[in-house]
C-alpha cells in the first residue's frame, strides 16, 4: 500500500498562515492538515486518503513540541476511525523539533547578524482598524479540535451563507464538546448544537 505523509498544523483562534504551511508542505513534497480552526481538516485529509486506499502518516509541525498537538492528532484519527469504520494504516510521528539536526538549525541562526526591525508603528493606528463592521448580529462558531472533528467547518461556511449580514466569527474551544458543534448568536445569547446532524458512529 503507498503511504502519504501530512504535516499538521495548530492554529490559533486568529488564524494560521496557512499559506507558510502550505509552502512548506509543497516544498517537502507533502500535504497538510489544520487539526482546527481552518481546513483541510484532519477528517478530510483521512476520506481522501481512505477513497485512495492510501496509508498515512501524520507529522505533527508544532516548534517547540506540543504536546495537546500530538495528543488531539490521535482523538481526532479515533473519531475518524469511530464514525467511518475504515482500516486504513495512519500512523503519527513525533513533532518536528525532536528531529536529528534541529538544534543545529537554531545554532545557526544565532551566528547569523539578521535584519534590522524597521517596522512603522503606524499599522497600530491605521483607521480602518476603528472601525466597527455594519453587522444584524454575531455568530461565534466553536473551531475547537473536537467540534472540528464534529463538522464545524462545513457549519461555519454554512452560517456565512445563510446569514450574510452577521458577523462570523470563528473561535477557540467554547465547551460543552460533547454537543457539538456549537455556535452562539447574539444579540440573544442563544447556545445552538448541531450534535444531531453529525455523523454517529458506525460499528
Not at 534590522?116 to 493606528?125: D, E, K, L, N
Not at 467547518?153 to 456565512?160: F, I, N, Q
Not at 454537543?179 to 445552538?192: A, K, S
Amino acid at each position: 500500500m503507498n503511504r502519504r505523509h501530512l504535516l499538521v498544523a495548530r492554529p490559533t483562534p486568529s488564524g494560521v498562515d496557512v499559506p507558510a504551511v502550505d509552502a512548506l508542505a509543497r516544498a517537502c513534497g507533502l500535504g497538510y492538515a489544520l487539526l482546527d480552526q481552518g481546513e483541510p481538516t484532519i477528517h478530510e485529509v483521512l476520506d481522501a486518503a481512505a477513497a485512495e486506499n492510501v496509508a498515512v502518516t501524520l507529522i505533527p509541525l508544532a516548534v517547540p513540541r506540543d504536546r495537546y498537538l500530538e495528543t488531539w492528532i490521535d482523538r481526532a484519527v479515533a473519531n475518524w476511525r469511530e464514525t467511518r469504520a475504515i482500516d486504513l494504516d495512519i500512523r503519527r510521528t513525533d513533532g518536528v523539533d525532536t528531529a536529528t539536526g534541529f538544534t543545529d538549525v537554531i545554532r545557526t541562526r544565532m551566528r547569523e547578524p539578521g535584519t534590522p526591525v524597521t517596522a512603522s508603528p503606524r499599522a497600530f493606528r491605521s483607521p480602518a482598524w476603528s472601525e466597527i463592521p455594519r453587522h444584524t448580529g454575531h455568530i461565534l462558531v466553536c473551531r475547537g479540535p473536537r467540534c472540528t472533528a464534529y463538522g464545524a467547518a462545513e457549519l461555519h461556511r454554512s452560517l456565512r451563507a445563510t446569514h450574510p449580514d452577521a458577523l462570523v466569527t470563528p473561535t477557540g474551544c467554547l465547551t460543552p464538546c460533547n454537543l457539538g458543534p456549537l455556535y452562539i448568536t447574539y444579540p440573544d445569547g442563544q447556545w445552538h448544537s448541531a450534535a444531531a446532524s453529525r455523523p454517529e458512529p458506525t460499528a
